[in-house]
């Protein structure tokens, strides 16, 4: 059946061919060694390190599972998570890998124009890239300039072509008269930065300086770090490429693209300050590095790291002013939910020099032996600074209950609770007054938001704070863990049925499908499911129902929205009924399951969420016969529960579905 695909730069019926090829284990087989083990096949999981493999790949039902990470997804989200692409850039490798044409649909003037002009500074950018290497490989001035500093750093040949290092020569403008020449536009290679007008002529921005070109996580040149070799009061040490439609500084980390494997394999981000940090670590075969390129850390950041790692690790020269400054950002790392260690390079050192003088297995055991947390750091070391003095003292204690207070994220809880404990040792002061102190805080955080939504206005993501926030914050206070409990798996289990049965044929009397049963019945289940996914997915599906058709479990494996695709995969592999059980403990109602038994599954599971609906409604019924201060009041009351209770033993005992009059 033909249905519209996401808006995208494909057309759709490229999308669907693609689809129609997609093999799971020849793609995933293409980089993981698999072995047949009965119906499924099975291999070491790319995700993290493991010896004996865990990672399986189910081609009936299109979708890989690691049970030892919990890593799953489809074809699709294996391209974009192993390769680090967006969902198009995936799309765009399956159709090369499957020779399968590209066809752009129509798109609007201006979306093209931004499209074209990123084109070309990615055009423009890959020239000068080719053109700087084989300017410090092939000229004169790059082998006995460029290629000499490089060769000084310790640099080999293949490490300077693996990063794809490069030098501009000292001449005016030989870059700009090349490029020129070449048909490039003069505008473009100017925003670019690679080309300055000075004295109103064309020039090269970078001569005399070797060239570090950054590039995007799928391997793209976005930009250009140049050093100047020669010592110039009057010229920067670096120039780095300006913003444009394609470089954006605070959202690039220098490396990304050649560390991404490993960080995800090894679970951990070491971050440096400088390109030539990175490149030394990776010759030495520590590969899960970037930089910051001397930039602050910022949110953009940390969320590129966390798309590979929840463990970063920052590696610090000697330098304590440095220390210092950096610290004081790293709160929003806290608050990203990264774990955050740090680790001092001793004084004089750089990670560069440093692992160049001790070697690459020392230096590694270094990095181990010398992680320091990074809460319990700053409390050290602005207690050292304090000393004696109260006041000093007094604002050291408000400023760590506020860097604790951001640690709030539910699954993280014991964490919060072990930072309150050590840091009172430590301060020693009453745990009770900073678990206080830490409350405070959040509720500050808590009213501003609500003084941000009451003028109307969306909340900053530094002051959002979730139901699960609050909930973990009452628990601190009581002593009492936080544990949620949903009936998620009862909400995934309609959706299974949906995607898997949907449109299987249901009744020959009164609905044709499964989706006409569920959709025909007077409820709706969207509002009735609490699982934001959930609902999600319910109302994707509604809408195509609505419209005339019946989507299968493809539209929704291979969606353009990743966490609908993941939890797509996600609900499909799930092998255990978790509904049969907890139907029958709570409600005393028996189900049975498999592919044969779709019929009673869609019944049961739909009268499951009614009869979860209705057991709400009797509770919130009794609270308001509670509060009841008139008869009639209590005698509607007792009218609704009457009616309730009724509905209620009806689907207990099986009877099929039940109307609210």
């Known amino acids: 059946m033909q249905f519209a695909f996401p808006k995208t730069v494909i057309a759709q019926h490229t999308i669907q061919q693609i689809l129609s090829r997609i093999d799971i284990v020849e793609i995933v087989g293409s980089f993981v060694k698999l072995k047949k083990r009965g119906t499924n096949y099975l291999g070491l999981c790319p995700f993290h390190n493991e010896k004996s493999p865990s990672f399986t790949v189910s081609p009936s039902k299109e979708i890989y599972k690691c049970f030892g990470c919990g890593a799953s997804g489809n ?101 700009a008269r090349t490029a020129l020449s070449k048909g ?7 925003k670019t930065g690679l080309v300055a007008i000075r004295n109103e002529q064309p020039a090269d921005n970078y001569r005399g300086r070797v060239i570090f070109p950054i590039h995007n996580q799928s391997g793209k040149v976005l930009g250009f770090g140049a050093r100047i070799l020669v010592k110039n009061d009057r010229a920067p040490k670096y120039i780095n490429s300006p913003e444009n439609e394609i470089y954006v500084k605070h959202k690039v980390l220098y490396g990304t693209y050649f560390a991404r ?34 930039t602050s850390l910022t949110v953009d950041q940390l969320r590129l790291i966390k798309k590979y790692t929840n463990n970063l690790t920052i590696l610090f020269d000697g330098d304590n002013a440095g220390v210092k400054a950096a610290l004081r950002g790293l709160d929003m790392a806290v608050e990203e939910g990264l774990n955050v260690k740090l680790v001092l390079i001793p004084d004089k050192e750089d990670p560069d020099s440093y692992v160049q003088k001790i070697g690459a297995p020392a230096f590694r055991q270094f990095v181990a032996d010398n992680k320091q947390d990074f809460v319990l750091f700053k409390l050290q070391t602005s207690m050292q600074e304090a000393g004696n003095d109260s006041t000093r003292k007094s604002q050291l204690v408000n400023e760590i209950a506020e860097t604790i207070s951001k640690i709030d994220k539910v699954e993280d809880f014991t ?65 009492v863990e936080v544990v949620f409990s949903t009936d998620e798996k009862q909400e995934k289990e309609l959706v299974k049925i949906l995607l898997r049965f949907g449109d299987m044929q249901f009744s020959e009397e009164d609905h044709n499908t499964v989706a006409d049963y569920v959709f025909h019945l007077p409820y709706d289940f969207e509002s009735l499911a609490d699982s934001e996914i959930v609902k999600k997915i319910l109302r994707e599906y509604k809408s195509l129902y609505d419209g005339g058709n019946t989507p299968d479990r493809k539209w929704f494996l291979y969606h353009q929205d990743p966490d609908i695709s993941k939890n797509t995969a996600l609900i499909l ?42 057991k709400k409604l009797i509770l919130e019924n009794q609270q308001e016969m509670e509060k009841a201060d008139t008869f009639d009041v209590q005698m509607k009351c007792i009218e609704v529960h009457q009616h309730l209770k009724q509905l209620e033993m009806e689907l207990t005992q099986g009877i099929g579905t039940v109307i609210f009059r």
């Open 75 to 175: 074809t699709i989200s294996f391209i974009m998570e192993h390769e680090k692409y967006s969902y198009v850039e995936a799309l765009r490798w399956l159709a090369q890998k499957y020779n399968v044409e590209i066809e752009e649909k129509e798109v609007s003037a201006e979306v093209k124009q931004q499209q074209q002009l990123a084109d070309s500074l990615f055009i423009i950018n890959n020239f000068a890239r080719e053109y700087f290497s084989h300017n410090l490989l092939e000229s004169e001035e790059g082998q006995n300039v460029g290629l000499a500093y490089f060769e000084e750093r310790g640099f080999t040949k293949e490490t300077i072509q693996k990063f794809q290092l490069g030098y501009c020569s000292n001449e005016r403008d030989t870059f």
């Open 415 to 479: 964490r919060q609770q072990d930072y309150i404990r050590q840091c009172s040792q430590l301060l020693k002061i009453d745990e009770q007054g900073l678990i206080m102190l830490v409350n405070k805080f959040i509720r500050e955080r808590l009213q501003k938001r609500e003084q941000q939504l009451a003028r109307n206005a969306p909340p900053d993501d530094d002051n959002a704070l979730s139901d699960e926030a609050i909930a973990a914050m009452e628990a601190m206070e009581t002593g």
């Open 184 to 190: 490039y536009n003069l505008d473009y290679l100017q």
């Open 261 to 294: 494997h490993s960080i995800d394999r090894l679970n951990e981000c070491l971050l440096v300050e400088g390109y030539t940090d990175v490149i030394s670590l990776h010759q030495a075969g520590i590969e899960n590095v970037v930089a910051s390129s001397g």
């Open 573 to 614: 592999e799930d092998k255990e009924a978790d509904l049969s059980v907890n139907w029958k403990e709570r409600f005393e109602i028996d189900t049975v399951y498999g592919d044969n038994a779709y019929l009673k599954d869609t019944i049961s599971t739909t009268n499951y969420l009614i009869l979860r609906k209705i």
